[in-house]
Protein backbone atom coordinates (compact mmCIF):
# COMPACT_ATOMS: atom_id res chain seq x y z
CA UNK A 1 0.00 0.00 0.00
CA UNK A 2 0.97 3.59 -1.05
CA UNK A 3 1.68 6.11 1.87
CA UNK A 4 -1.34 8.03 2.34
CA UNK A 5 -0.51 11.79 2.23
CA UNK A 6 -1.49 13.52 -1.10
CA UNK A 7 1.78 15.51 -1.53
CA UNK A 8 0.78 17.10 -4.80
CA UNK A 9 -1.93 18.42 -3.09
CA UNK A 10 0.22 19.68 -0.51
CA UNK A 11 2.10 21.58 -3.17
CA UNK A 12 -0.72 23.31 -4.37
CA UNK A 13 -1.88 24.46 -1.15
CA UNK A 14 1.62 25.94 -0.68
CA UNK A 15 1.38 28.16 -3.59
CA UNK A 16 -1.95 29.27 -2.31
CA UNK A 17 -0.29 30.51 0.78
CA UNK A 18 2.95 32.06 -0.87
CA UNK A 19 0.77 33.72 -3.45
CA UNK A 20 -0.34 35.63 -0.25
CA UNK A 21 -3.85 37.21 1.02
CA UNK A 22 -5.50 40.39 0.02
CA UNK A 23 -3.47 43.57 1.69
CA UNK A 24 -0.41 41.42 2.85
CA UNK A 25 1.91 42.80 -0.11
CA UNK A 26 5.57 43.20 0.10
CA UNK A 27 6.68 46.55 1.97
CA UNK A 28 7.68 49.25 0.51
CA UNK A 29 11.44 49.43 -0.72
CA UNK A 30 11.28 45.80 -1.07
CA UNK A 31 14.21 45.90 -4.04
CA UNK A 32 15.52 42.43 -5.17
CA UNK A 33 18.78 41.11 -4.78
CA UNK A 34 20.38 40.06 -8.19
CA UNK A 35 22.08 36.49 -7.91
CA UNK A 36 25.10 38.38 -8.76
CA UNK A 37 25.29 40.06 -5.39
CA UNK A 38 24.26 36.81 -3.57
CA UNK A 39 27.69 34.96 -4.74
CA UNK A 40 30.07 38.12 -4.31
CA UNK A 41 28.54 38.00 -0.69
CA UNK A 42 29.41 34.30 -0.45
CA UNK A 43 32.62 34.62 -1.73
CA UNK A 44 33.38 37.57 0.59
CA UNK A 45 32.38 35.76 3.55
CA UNK A 46 33.48 32.10 3.26
CA UNK A 47 37.20 33.48 3.69
CA UNK A 48 36.61 35.46 7.25
CA UNK A 49 34.27 32.97 8.54
CA UNK A 50 36.86 30.25 7.85
CA UNK A 51 39.46 32.80 9.62
CA UNK A 52 37.77 32.65 12.53
CA UNK A 53 36.10 29.21 13.19
CA UNK A 54 39.49 28.23 12.41
CA UNK A 55 38.32 24.71 11.42
CA UNK A 56 40.58 25.23 8.25
CA UNK A 57 39.66 26.64 4.55
CA UNK A 58 36.91 24.86 2.40
CA UNK A 59 38.61 24.44 -1.19
CA UNK A 60 35.18 24.54 -3.30
CA UNK A 61 32.03 25.81 -1.33
CA UNK A 62 28.61 25.09 -2.97
CA UNK A 63 27.88 27.71 -4.92
CA UNK A 64 25.19 30.01 -4.09
CA UNK A 65 21.50 29.64 -5.65
CA UNK A 66 19.06 32.20 -5.22
CA UNK A 67 15.62 30.60 -5.05
CA UNK A 68 12.25 32.13 -5.39
CA UNK A 69 9.59 31.01 -2.75
CA UNK A 70 7.92 28.57 -4.53
CA UNK A 71 10.74 26.58 -5.55
CA UNK A 72 12.43 26.72 -1.99
CA UNK A 73 8.63 25.51 -0.58
CA UNK A 74 8.68 22.53 -3.08
CA UNK A 75 12.06 21.18 -2.38
CA UNK A 76 10.99 21.89 1.30
CA UNK A 77 8.03 19.23 1.03
CA UNK A 78 9.91 16.84 -1.14
CA UNK A 79 12.43 16.69 1.57
CA UNK A 80 9.48 16.43 4.23
CA UNK A 81 7.95 13.29 2.17
CA UNK A 82 11.22 11.65 2.02
CA UNK A 83 11.95 12.03 5.66
CA UNK A 84 7.89 11.39 7.16
CA UNK A 85 8.31 8.30 4.34
CA UNK A 86 8.68 5.07 7.23
CA UNK A 87 6.17 6.75 9.65
CA UNK A 88 3.64 7.46 6.41
CA UNK A 89 3.90 4.19 5.00
CA UNK A 90 3.34 2.47 8.81
CA UNK A 91 0.56 4.44 9.26
CA UNK A 92 -1.11 3.53 5.67
CA UNK A 93 -0.67 -0.14 6.51
CA UNK A 94 -1.89 0.05 10.20
CA UNK A 95 -5.21 2.55 9.96
CA UNK A 96 -6.70 0.56 6.94
CA UNK A 97 -10.26 -0.28 6.47
CA UNK A 98 -12.39 -2.45 4.72
CA UNK A 99 -14.13 -1.67 1.81
CA UNK A 100 -15.08 1.69 0.06
CA UNK A 101 -15.11 3.45 2.91
CA UNK A 102 -11.42 3.01 3.78
CA UNK A 103 -10.79 3.47 0.93
CA UNK A 104 -12.75 7.61 0.91
CA UNK A 105 -11.11 7.51 4.59
CA UNK A 106 -7.60 7.27 3.34
CA UNK A 107 -8.35 9.62 0.45
CA UNK A 108 -10.03 12.27 2.77
CA UNK A 109 -7.42 12.05 5.59
CA UNK A 110 -4.82 12.22 3.06
CA UNK A 111 -5.69 15.62 1.64
CA UNK A 112 -6.27 16.89 4.58
CA UNK A 113 -2.54 16.16 5.91
CA UNK A 114 -1.35 17.03 2.47
CA UNK A 115 -3.52 20.68 2.56
CA UNK A 116 -1.68 20.96 6.15
CA UNK A 117 1.71 20.00 4.99
CA UNK A 118 1.68 23.02 2.44
CA UNK A 119 0.17 25.39 4.81
CA UNK A 120 2.94 25.12 6.89
CA UNK A 121 5.57 24.74 4.07
CA UNK A 122 4.22 27.70 2.33
CA UNK A 123 4.34 29.82 5.23
CA UNK A 124 7.73 28.65 5.67
CA UNK A 125 8.18 29.55 2.11
CA UNK A 126 7.06 33.35 2.75
CA UNK A 127 9.91 33.79 5.37
CA UNK A 128 13.16 31.74 5.53
CA UNK A 129 15.78 33.95 4.23
CA UNK A 130 18.71 31.43 3.40
CA UNK A 131 19.69 27.83 3.82
CA UNK A 132 22.57 25.21 3.95
CA UNK A 133 20.68 22.18 2.98
CA UNK A 134 22.69 19.59 3.94
CA UNK A 135 21.09 15.53 4.24
CA UNK A 136 20.63 15.15 7.81
CA UNK A 137 17.73 12.88 6.98
CA UNK A 138 16.58 10.57 3.65
CA UNK A 139 19.24 10.65 0.66
CA UNK A 140 22.84 10.99 0.72
CA UNK A 141 22.96 14.13 -1.93
CA UNK A 142 25.22 17.27 -2.33
CA UNK A 143 24.43 20.05 -0.05
CA UNK A 144 23.33 22.86 -1.52
CA UNK A 145 23.41 26.71 -0.33
CA UNK A 146 20.11 28.36 -0.71
CA UNK A 147 19.03 32.19 -0.34
CA UNK A 148 15.11 32.89 -1.52
CA UNK A 149 15.63 36.04 -3.25
CA UNK A 150 11.76 37.49 -2.52
CA UNK A 151 12.62 36.64 1.26
CA UNK A 152 15.70 38.30 1.23
CA UNK A 153 14.27 41.78 0.07
CA UNK A 154 11.32 42.10 1.91
CA UNK A 155 13.49 41.39 5.59
CA UNK A 156 15.83 43.72 4.55
CA UNK A 157 13.44 46.28 3.74
CA UNK A 158 11.05 45.63 6.88
CA UNK A 159 14.43 45.57 9.10
CA UNK A 160 15.36 49.02 7.39
CA UNK A 161 18.42 47.52 7.16
CA UNK A 162 21.26 48.93 4.66
CA UNK A 163 21.12 46.40 1.71
CA UNK A 164 24.99 45.64 1.45
CA UNK A 165 25.05 44.84 5.52
CA UNK A 166 22.21 42.73 5.65
CA UNK A 167 22.79 40.64 3.16
CA UNK A 168 26.69 40.24 4.12
CA UNK A 169 25.15 38.84 7.70
CA UNK A 170 23.27 36.53 6.37
CA UNK A 171 25.76 34.99 3.85
CA UNK A 172 27.79 35.06 6.85
CA UNK A 173 25.43 32.85 9.25
CA UNK A 174 24.96 30.56 6.07
CA UNK A 175 28.66 30.43 4.72
CA UNK A 176 29.62 29.51 8.61
CA UNK A 177 27.02 26.34 8.25
CA UNK A 178 29.30 25.48 4.70
CA UNK A 179 32.67 25.62 7.37
CA UNK A 180 30.78 23.56 9.86
CA UNK A 181 29.60 20.78 7.58
CA UNK A 182 32.97 20.72 5.34
CA UNK A 183 35.51 20.80 8.02
CA UNK A 184 33.95 18.60 10.96
CA UNK A 185 34.09 15.51 9.01
CA UNK A 186 32.07 13.77 11.59
CA UNK A 187 29.11 16.61 11.84
CA UNK A 188 26.52 15.27 9.01
CA UNK A 189 27.47 11.17 9.60
CA UNK A 190 26.60 12.60 14.06
CA UNK A 191 23.24 14.31 13.33
CA UNK A 192 21.86 11.66 10.63
CA UNK A 193 22.61 9.19 13.18
CA UNK A 194 20.90 10.42 15.79
CA UNK A 195 18.29 11.60 13.60
CA UNK A 196 17.95 8.07 11.68
CA UNK A 197 17.42 6.56 15.27
CA UNK A 198 14.96 8.38 16.33
CA UNK A 199 12.70 8.23 13.40
CA UNK A 200 13.14 4.54 12.72
CA UNK A 201 12.27 3.89 16.39
CA UNK A 202 9.07 6.32 16.29
CA UNK A 203 8.14 4.11 13.10
CA UNK A 204 9.00 1.01 14.61
CA UNK A 205 7.30 2.18 18.09
CA UNK A 206 3.43 2.61 17.11
CA UNK A 207 2.01 -0.10 19.28
CA UNK A 208 -1.84 -0.87 17.92
CA UNK A 209 -3.58 0.93 21.13
CA UNK A 210 -1.58 4.10 19.68
CA UNK A 211 -2.79 3.13 16.65
CA UNK A 212 -6.15 2.64 17.33
CA UNK A 213 -6.64 6.53 19.19
CA UNK A 214 -4.83 7.73 15.85
CA UNK A 215 -7.42 5.87 13.48
CA UNK A 216 -10.46 7.26 15.84
CA UNK A 217 -9.27 10.76 15.38
CA UNK A 218 -8.73 10.31 11.70
CA UNK A 219 -12.49 9.47 11.51
CA UNK A 220 -13.23 12.56 13.55
CA UNK A 221 -11.10 15.37 11.98
CA UNK A 222 -7.88 14.52 10.08
CA UNK A 223 -6.14 17.72 10.28
CA UNK A 224 -6.25 17.70 13.88
CA UNK A 225 -4.49 14.82 13.52
CA UNK A 226 -1.45 16.07 11.50
CA UNK A 227 -1.49 18.76 14.33
CA UNK A 228 -1.24 16.41 17.00
CA UNK A 229 1.55 14.98 15.13
CA UNK A 230 3.47 18.02 14.25
CA UNK A 231 3.02 19.07 17.67
CA UNK A 232 5.58 15.71 18.77
CA UNK A 233 2.50 13.43 19.97
CA UNK A 234 3.53 10.93 17.76
CA UNK A 235 7.48 10.94 19.45
CA UNK A 236 5.65 10.92 23.08
CA UNK A 237 3.51 8.15 22.10
CA UNK A 238 6.30 6.08 21.43
CA UNK A 239 8.90 7.75 23.78
CA UNK A 240 11.32 5.91 26.14
CA UNK A 241 14.69 7.13 28.42
CA UNK A 242 16.53 5.61 25.59
CA UNK A 243 15.28 7.85 22.77
CA UNK A 244 14.79 10.58 25.28
CA UNK A 245 18.48 10.73 25.16
CA UNK A 246 19.18 10.33 21.73
CA UNK A 247 16.18 13.22 21.64
CA UNK A 248 18.13 15.47 23.93
CA UNK A 249 21.47 14.67 22.00
CA UNK A 250 20.06 16.20 18.89
CA UNK A 251 18.63 19.23 20.12
CA UNK A 252 21.81 19.57 22.13
CA UNK A 253 24.14 19.43 18.62
CA UNK A 254 21.15 21.23 16.83
CA UNK A 255 21.72 24.34 19.31
CA UNK A 256 25.44 24.51 18.94
CA UNK A 257 25.23 24.28 15.22
CA UNK A 258 23.06 27.14 15.09
CA UNK A 259 24.60 29.19 18.31
CA UNK A 260 28.27 28.96 16.63
CA UNK A 261 26.78 30.38 13.41
CA UNK A 262 25.01 33.22 15.23
CA UNK A 263 28.17 33.65 17.04
CA UNK A 264 30.34 33.87 13.96
CA UNK A 265 28.01 35.65 11.71
CA UNK A 266 28.55 38.97 14.45
CA UNK A 267 32.07 38.64 15.32
CA UNK A 268 32.86 38.69 11.64
CA UNK A 269 30.86 42.04 11.28
CA UNK A 270 31.83 43.58 14.33
CA UNK A 271 33.06 46.51 12.49
CA UNK A 272 29.71 47.58 12.24
CA UNK A 273 29.18 48.24 16.03
CA UNK A 274 25.55 49.73 16.67
CA UNK A 275 24.31 49.32 13.45
CA UNK A 276 24.91 45.31 13.70
CA UNK A 277 23.47 45.62 17.32
CA UNK A 278 20.55 47.05 16.16
CA UNK A 279 20.00 44.89 13.02
CA UNK A 280 20.40 41.57 15.55
CA UNK A 281 17.18 43.23 18.00
CA UNK A 282 15.25 43.43 15.05
CA UNK A 283 16.35 40.18 12.94
CA UNK A 284 15.28 38.27 16.73
CA UNK A 285 11.57 40.17 16.96
CA UNK A 286 11.27 38.66 13.24
CA UNK A 287 12.83 35.64 13.98
CA UNK A 288 10.67 34.67 16.87
CA UNK A 289 7.64 34.67 14.32
CA UNK A 290 9.56 32.50 11.55
CA UNK A 291 8.74 29.03 10.53
CA UNK A 292 11.21 26.65 8.56
CA UNK A 293 11.64 23.64 7.32
CA UNK A 294 13.77 22.84 10.60
CA UNK A 295 10.76 23.39 12.12
CA UNK A 296 8.05 21.11 10.44
CA UNK A 297 11.61 18.63 10.72
CA UNK A 298 11.70 19.13 14.31
CA UNK A 299 7.80 18.49 15.14
CA UNK A 300 7.51 15.71 12.87
CA UNK A 301 10.78 14.14 15.84
CA UNK A 302 8.87 15.37 18.59
CA UNK A 303 11.75 17.71 18.94
CA UNK A 304 11.17 21.75 20.31
CA UNK A 305 12.93 23.35 18.56
CA UNK A 306 11.99 26.54 18.94
CA UNK A 307 13.96 30.08 19.43
CA UNK A 308 14.99 29.08 22.71
CA UNK A 309 17.21 26.94 21.38
CA UNK A 310 19.09 29.08 19.21
CA UNK A 311 19.58 31.36 21.90
CA UNK A 312 20.44 29.14 23.97
CA UNK A 313 23.42 28.03 21.51
CA UNK A 314 24.64 31.61 20.43
CA UNK A 315 24.97 32.14 24.29
CA UNK A 316 26.84 29.60 25.01
CA UNK A 317 28.98 30.42 22.24
CA UNK A 318 29.13 33.82 22.82
CA UNK A 319 30.26 33.27 26.85
CA UNK A 320 32.82 30.60 25.91
CA UNK A 321 34.71 32.92 23.67
CA UNK A 322 34.27 35.80 26.05
CA UNK A 323 35.89 33.93 29.38
CA UNK A 324 38.13 31.79 27.33
CA UNK A 325 38.77 32.77 23.71
CA UNK A 326 37.82 31.36 20.44
CA UNK A 327 40.02 28.11 20.78
CA UNK A 328 38.06 27.18 23.80
CA UNK A 329 34.93 27.41 21.69
CA UNK A 330 37.02 25.30 18.69
CA UNK A 331 36.73 22.44 21.41
CA UNK A 332 32.87 21.83 20.22
CA UNK A 333 34.28 20.52 16.84
CA UNK A 334 36.66 17.90 18.52
CA UNK A 335 34.87 15.06 18.58
CA UNK A 336 30.67 14.04 19.55
CA UNK A 337 32.04 13.57 22.76
CA UNK A 338 32.98 16.79 22.94
CA UNK A 339 29.71 18.63 22.47
CA UNK A 340 28.09 20.27 25.14
CA UNK A 341 24.67 18.19 26.64
CA UNK A 342 21.25 20.61 26.96
CA UNK A 343 22.74 20.80 30.93
CA UNK A 344 26.28 22.37 29.60
CA UNK A 345 24.41 24.34 27.16
CA UNK A 346 23.52 26.18 29.81
CA UNK A 347 26.58 26.23 31.87
CA UNK A 348 29.47 26.73 29.55
CA UNK A 349 31.93 26.35 32.66
CA UNK A 350 30.97 22.68 33.61
CA UNK A 351 31.52 21.70 29.93
CA UNK A 352 34.95 23.54 29.40
CA UNK A 353 36.07 21.73 32.93
CA UNK A 354 35.08 18.61 31.05
CA UNK A 355 36.49 19.32 27.89
CA UNK A 356 39.61 20.95 28.43
CA UNK A 357 40.45 18.05 31.65
CA UNK A 358 44.49 17.74 30.84
CA UNK A 359 47.10 20.18 32.43
CA UNK A 360 48.14 22.12 29.39
CA UNK A 361 44.73 22.98 28.42
CA UNK A 362 43.52 23.71 31.58
CA UNK A 363 46.44 25.98 31.43
CA UNK A 364 45.65 27.95 28.26
CA UNK A 365 42.13 28.54 30.35
CA UNK A 366 43.16 29.39 33.14
CA UNK A 367 41.13 32.62 33.73
CA UNK A 368 37.96 30.78 33.11
CA UNK A 369 38.70 28.49 35.81
CA UNK A 370 39.62 30.91 38.06
CA UNK A 371 36.73 33.32 37.83
CA UNK A 372 33.83 31.17 37.77
CA UNK A 373 30.58 32.55 36.59
Known sequence: MSGIVDWGLA????SLVIAGLPGRGEPEGAVPYRPAEVGRACAEAIGPVCEYAGLG?????????????????????ATLAEVAEPIERRLADELSLPGPLGTIARRGAGAAIGAEAGLAAGYAGRRVLGQYDV??????RPARLLFVGENLAAARAQLDADPALFLRWVALHECTHVVQFERVG???????????????????GLDSGALATAAGRLARDPRELVRALLRGELARL???????????????????V????????????ADHGPELEELRRRLERRRARRGGLGELIARLL??????????????????????????????????????????????????????????????????????PL
Not at 245 to 253: H, S
Request: net charge negative; charged share 30%; with cysteine.
Open 258 to 269: EGHAEHVMDACA
Open 135 to 140: AILGRV
Open 57 to 77: EVAEPPAPELLDRRAWAANAL
Open 238 to 256: VSDPERAAVLDRLQATMSV
Open 11 to 14: ERSA
Open 302 to 371: GMDLKLRQYELGKAFCDRVVAEAGADALRLVWRSPADLPSLDELESPIAWLDRVAASPPERARFHRLFTH
Open 186 to 204: WLTGHLRGLATELLDGAAE
